[in-house]
């Protein structure tokens, strides 16, 4: 099984609506990171979690850390086509390295 | 605001032949990372580096590779003889120091095809 299995696969959203992708692990985390990444581009941070119970917020994108999970969710508000990419959650565990998520493909239909 | 820079941002090279990517992380950062993204696969972890050595590696990178740190900004990684499924993205990333708040972020990437 994979350490950190990301949820859904792809995501067609309308304009406006809002969404959620998961990220659940299957070790403990020591943290968890989010990133977008467009089509053969780099990765662009997002957000940074840690404790268990966190909750950041970026604009109309909120990550939250469930410790008890193993899991983290981000949710996006009021989608607009600038959100669409790929969206990559990436655990750090007991190494210094990150280990990633296969990626949420997000589109959004104007 | 401060940013990792990757060069080339395209490389297109024989096969067996030799290839360095070149980073500049951020300038107050202490860890160096290379990552790989084969395309339409996972972001894969390569090296991790820090105080001028490799701190840990992945199964990925074997004798064919190696990274350095000539100077005080640019990292590099070398592909001693390439091979077709070497062909990839190749990020560079970097991170002021481990623990809360440290965040990695990473460059624009290399865009590596092997023939």
């Known amino acids: 099984s994979q350490e950190l299995e990301q949820s859904p696969q792809s995501l067609i959203v309308q304009e406006g609506k809002n969404l959620t992708i998961n990220c659940t692990s299957s070790?403990?985390?020591?943290?968890l990171y989010w990133y977008k990444q467009k089509y053969g581009e780099g990765l662009i941070f997002l957000m940074m979690?840690?404790?268990?119970?966190e909750e950041k917020s970026h604009e109309k994108i909120t990550a939250k850390l469930d410790e008890k999970k193993q899991q983290s969710s981000l949710h996006i508000t009021a989608s607009q086509p600038s959100h669409a990419g790929i969206y990559l959650c990436?655990?750090?565990?007991?190494?210094?390295?990150?280990?990633f998520g296969g990626g949420t493909r997000l589109m959004v239909k104007p | 605001e401060p940013e990792v820079t990757q060069t080339p941002s395209h490389q297109v090279t024989q096969m067996g032949q030799e290839v360095i990517l070149r980073c500049v992380p951020i300038?107050?950062?202490?860890?160096f990372y290379w990552y790989r993204q084969i395309l339409g696969q996972k972001v894969e972890f390569l090296v991790s580096?820090?105080?001028?050595?490799?701190?840990?590696k992945s199964e990925i990178f074997d004798d064919q590779f190696s990274v350095e740190r000539p100077d005080g900004s640019n990292f590099t990684l070398k592909i001693r003889s390439t091979k077709l499924e070497d062909s990839a993205m190749y990020f560079c990333?970097?991170?002021?120091?481990?623990?809360?708040?440290?965040?990695?972020?990473f460059g624009p990437g290399t865009r590596l095809t092997v023939l």
């Open positions: 990333a970097s991170r002021r120091d481990r623990g809360q708040h440290n965040e990695q972020f």
């Open positions: 070790k403990t985390l020591y943290g």
């Open positions: 979690l840690q404790k268990g119970g």
């Open positions: 990436g655990a750090e565990y007991a190494g210094n390295m990150l280990t």
């Open positions: 300038s107050n950062h202490l860890y």
């Open positions: 580096f820090y105080n001028n050595e490799i701190s840990e």
